[in-house]
C-alpha cells in the first residue's frame, strides 16, 4: 500500500479501498504492528460496511499472531467503541471509514482513555509496520478472542448518566430518527426507548451499501427525514453519519440544522464562566460570540475531531466540537459521539420547554458554505492565489489558509482523508457567503 517512510494515518485513520489499498495481507500486517505496538488486550468493533469482516478477521489474525488477546465487541457507533475503551481502560481497533461513500474502509486505533491515538503513537506503529519488528508468539503463547456483547448497554447508560432523563421522559417528545443503514441502527433508537420518546425510524437496518441515503448526513441526503420532520407531528428530526460520531438535526418546521449551530447551542447551554471551548478554525464566529458573553475562552485548532480531543485535554477544557455535527462533551468522553449529541439537544429542549426553532433564535446568526474540490498539484500554489486576490485580508495559518475581513473568512485546506481540497466561506449574509464560496471556487478551478 505505502512505501517506507510514507505516513498511514490520516486525519481518522487508515482509509482505502478494500481489495486494492487494504488487502488482508496489509490488515494484517497492521494488526501485528497494533499488537506489537500496544502489548495487552485490545478491544476491536467495526461499522456495518460490506467489507468489515474481511478487513476486521485480518486485523484480529495479525494482532493474534503477537499473543495479545482480543475483545471482539461486534457492530457498534465509533463512539460507543471508544466508550468501552475509557471505561475498561483497554486500547482499541475500530474497523470504520465513517460517512465515506461504501466502497471505502479503515483502521483506527484507540488509545486507553477512549480518544483516538494522538499523532507521535500512530507513528511508532507505522515505525513497526515499516521495518517489519514483529513480536511474534510462540505457539502456546498466541493470543485467544472473546466476544462481549456488553458494550451497547454500557454505552447507552453512560449518556444516561450525563443528562436529565428524567425531564426528556417527561415531555414526551415524538421524534423521527434516520440511521442511515449506518452503526447506530440500534443504540440510538435502545436510547431514545430509554428517553420515553415515541419514535419513528427511517432506514434503522444495518447495510453496508447504504442503499437508502449516502452515509454522509447532508440536506441533499436528508430530504425524506426533512419532510417527514416538517409535518406537524414531530418535535425533532436526527440523523447520523455512518459511524455514527456526529449528528444532525431537522426542527419541527422541517428545516435543516447546520451542524455549526448545533455546537453553538450546545456551549450556550452548557458553558460555565471561566471556562474553555476548543473548536477548529472552520468553525463560525458564534462560538466566539458566545464565549465573549458567557465569560469564557475560545482555543481555536486545526480540523480535526483528534486533534479538539487532544487539545481538551491538555488544555483542561469540557466543551468542544466540529462544525460537522461533531460534539465533544469532555463529561463523558473526549471524542465526537453522535448519540451524546442528542442526548444533549434533548436535555436542552426538555429545560427549557421550547421548540427546537426558537431555542436556536438564541444563536447568534452565522452563515457557512462549504464546498470540495479535486486537489491535483501542490496545495502552495492554492495557498499563493488566494494571496495574491485577497492581499488585504488577515491571514491564519493554523490549517491550510484561512483569510479574514470582519466577520467574512475563506478556509481552504486539504482533506487529511480524501484527495480533495475543502473550502469553507463565513459571513453574516448567507448570500455573501455563497458568492465567496463560488469566487474561491474558480480561483482554485
Same mark, same amino acid.
Given at each position: 500500500?505505502?512505501?517506507?517512510?510514507? %505516513?498511514?494515518?490520516g486525519t481518522n485513520g487508515i482509509r482505502g479501498i478494500p481489495n486494492e489499498?487494504?488487502?488482508?495481507?496489509?490488515?494484517?500486517?497492521?494488526?501485528?504492528?497494533?499488537?506489537?505496538?500496544?502489548?495487552?488486550?485490545?478491544?476491536?468493533?467495526?461499522?456495518?460496511?460490506?467489507?468489515?469482516?474481511?478487513?476486521?478477521?485480518? @486485523?484480529?489474525? &495479525?494482532?493474534?499472531?503477537?499473543?495479545?488477546?482480543?475483545?471482539?465487541?461486534?457492530?457498534?457507533?465509533?463512539?460507543?467503541?471508544?466508550?468501552?475503551?475509557?471505561?475498561?481502560?483497554?486500547? &482499541?481497533?475500530?474497523?470504520?471509514?465513517?460517512?465515506?461513500?461504501?466502497?471505502?474502509?479503515?483502521?483506527?486505533? +484507540?488509545?486507553?482513555?477512549?480518544?483516538?491515538?494522538?499523532?507521535?503513537?500512530?507513528?511508532? !506503529?507505522?515505525?513497526?509496520y515499516y521495518d517489519e519488528n514483529f513480536h511474534v508468539a510462540t505457539w502456546?503463547? +498466541?493470543?485467544?478472542?472473546?466476544?462481549?456483547?456488553?458494550?451497547?448497554?454500557?454505552?447507552?447508560?453512560?449518556?444516561?448518566?450525563? !443528562?436529565?432523563?428524567?425531564?426528556?421522559? &417527561?415531555?414526551?417528545? *415524538?421524534?423521527?430518527?434516520?440511521?442511515?443503514?449506518?452503526?447506530?441502527?440500534?443504540?440510538?433508537?435502545?436510547?431514545?426507548? %430509554?428517553?420515553?420518546?415515541?419514535?419513528?425510524?427511517?432506514?434503522?437496518?444495518?447495510?453496508?451499501?447504504?442503499?437508502?441515503?449516502?452515509?454522509?448526513?447532508?440536506?441533499?441526503?436528508?430530504?425524506?427525514?426533512?419532510?417527514?420532520?416538517?409535518?406537524?407531528?414531530?418535535? @425533532?428530526?436526527?440523523?447520523?453519519?455512518?459511524?455514527?460520531?456526529?449528528?444532525?438535526?431537522?426542527?419541527?418546521?422541517?428545516?435543516?440544522?447546520?451542524?455549526?449551530?448545533?455546537?453553538?447551542?450546545?456551549?450556550?447551554?452548557?458553558?460555565?464562566?471561566?471556562?474553555?471551548? @476548543?473548536?477548529?478554525?472552520?468553525?463560525?464566529?458564534?462560538?466566539?460570540?458566545?464565549?465573549?458573553?458567557? #465569560?469564557?475562552?475560545? !482555543?481555536?485548532? *486545526?480540523?480535526?475531531?483528534?486533534?479538539?480531543?487532544?487539545?481538551?485535554?491538555?488544555?483542561?477544557?469540557?466543551? #468542544?466540537?466540529e462544525e460537522n455535527g461533531g460534539i465533544i462533551y469532555g463529561d463523558h468522553?473526549?471524542?465526537?459521539?453522535?448519540?451524546?449529541?442528542?442526548?444533549?439537544?434533548?436535555? !436542552?429542549?426538555?429545560?427549557?420547554?421550547?421548540?427546537?426553532?426558537?431555542?436556536?433564535?438564541?444563536?447568534?446568526?452565522?452563515?457557512?458554505? %462549504?464546498?470540495?474540490?479535486?486537489?491535483?498539484?501542490?496545495?502552495?500554489?492554492?495557498?499563493?492565489?488566494?494571496?495574491?486576490?485577497?492581499?488585504?485580508?488577515?491571514?491564519?495559518?493554523?490549517?491550510?489558509?484561512?483569510?479574514?475581513?470582519?466577520?467574512?473568512?475563506?478556509?481552504? %485546506?486539504?482533506?487529511?482523508?480524501?484527495?480533495?481540497? *475543502?473550502?469553507?466561506?463565513?459571513? *453574516?449574509?448567507?448570500?455573501?457567503?455563497?458568492?465567496?464560496?463560488?469566487? @474561491?471556487?474558480?480561483?482554485?478551478?
Amino acid at each position: 500500500m505505502s512505501k517506507k517512510g510514507e %505516513r498511514l494515518f490520516g486525519t481518522n485513520g487508515i482509509r482505502g479501498i478494500p481489495n486494492e489499498d487494504l488487502t488482508p495481507e496489509f490488515c494484517m500486517k497492521i494488526g501485528k504492528a497494533v499488537g506489537t505496538f500496544f502489548a495487552k488486550t485490545i478491544a476491536i468493533g467495526s461499522d456495518n460496511r460490506l467489507s468489515n469482516s474481511m478487513i476486521m478477521d485480518s @486485523v484480529i489474525a &495479525g494482532i493474534l499472531s503477537t499473543g495479545v488477546d482480543v475483545k471482539n465487541i461486534s457492530i457498534l457507533p465509533t463512539p460507543a467503541v471508544q466508550y468501552y475503551c475509557k471505561k475498561n481502560v483497554m486500547p &482499541g481497533v475500530i474497523i470504520t471509514a465513517s460517512h465515506n461513500p461504501p466502497r471505502f474502509n479503515g483502521i483506527k486505533c +484507540i488509545d486507553e482513555d477512549g480518544t483516538e491515538l494522538e499523532r507521535s503513537r500512530e507513528e511508532k !506503529i507505522e515505525e513497526i509496520y515499516y521495518d517489519e519488528n514483529f513480536h511474534v508468539a510462540t505457539w502456546e503463547h +498466541i493470543g485467544r478472542e472473546v466476544e462481549d456483547n456488553s458494550a451497547a448497554d454500557l454505552y447507552i447508560s453512560g449518556i444516561l448518566e450525563k !443528562i436529565d432523563a428524567k425531564a426528556i421522559r &417527561g415531555m414526551k417528545f *415524538r421524534v423521527v430518527f434516520d440511521a442511515g443503514n449506518g452503526a447506530s441502527y440500534r443504540t440510538t433508537p435502545e436510547l431514545l426507548s %430509554r428517553l420515553g420518546v415515541s419514535l419513528v425510524t427511517l432506514n434503522a437496518n444495518p447495510d453496508g451499501l447504504f442503499t437508502s441515503r449516502e452515509s454522509e448526513p447532508k440536506p441533499a441526503n436528508l430530504r425524506y427525514l426533512m419532510e417527514l420532520a416538517g409535518s406537524g407531528e414531530f418535535a @425533532v428530526g436526527i440523523a447520523h453519519d455512518g459511524d455514527a460520531d456526529r449528528a444532525v438535526f431537522v426542527d419541527e418546521r422541517g428545516n435543516f440544522i447546520d451542524g455549526d449551530a448545533t455546537l453553538s447551542l450546545f456551549v450556550r447551554n452548557y458553558i460555565r464562566e471561566g471556562e474553555k471551548v @476548543v473548536t477548529p478554525v472552520s468553525s463560525s464566529d458564534a462560538i466566539d460570540d458566545i464565549c465573549r458573553e458567557k #465569560g469564557a475562552e475560545v !482555543i481555536r485548532t *486545526r480540523v480535526g475531531a483528534p486533534v479538539v480531543s487532544r487539545t481538551m485535554i491538555d488544555r483542561k477544557a469540557r466543551l #468542544g466540537g466540529e462544525e460537522n455535527g461533531g460534539i465533544i462533551y469532555g463529561d463523558h468522553q473526549y471524542c465526537r459521539d453522535g448519540a451524546m449529541t442528542v442526548g444533549i439537544i434533548l436535555d !436542552i429542549m426538555a429545560r427549557k420547554r421550547k421548540k427546537l426553532s426558537e431555542i436556536l433564535m438564541e444563536v447568534p446568526e452565522y452563515h457557512i458554505t %462549504r464546498k470540495t474540490f479535486p486537489r491535483s498539484g501542490d496545495f502552495n500554489q492554492v495557498r499563493e492565489k488566494l494571496l495574491k486576490v485577497f492581499p488585504d485580508w488577515e491571514r491564519d495559518d493554523t490549517d491550510g489558509i484561512k483569510l479574514r475581513k470582519d466577520h467574512d473568512w475563506i478556509l481552504v %485546506r486539504p482533506s487529511g482523508t480524501e484527495p480533495i481540497i *475543502r473550502v469553507f466561506t463565513h459571513s *453574516r449574509s448567507l448570500d455573501s457567503s455563497r458568492q465567496m464560496c463560488e469566487d @474561491v471556487g474558480k480561483i482554485i478551478s
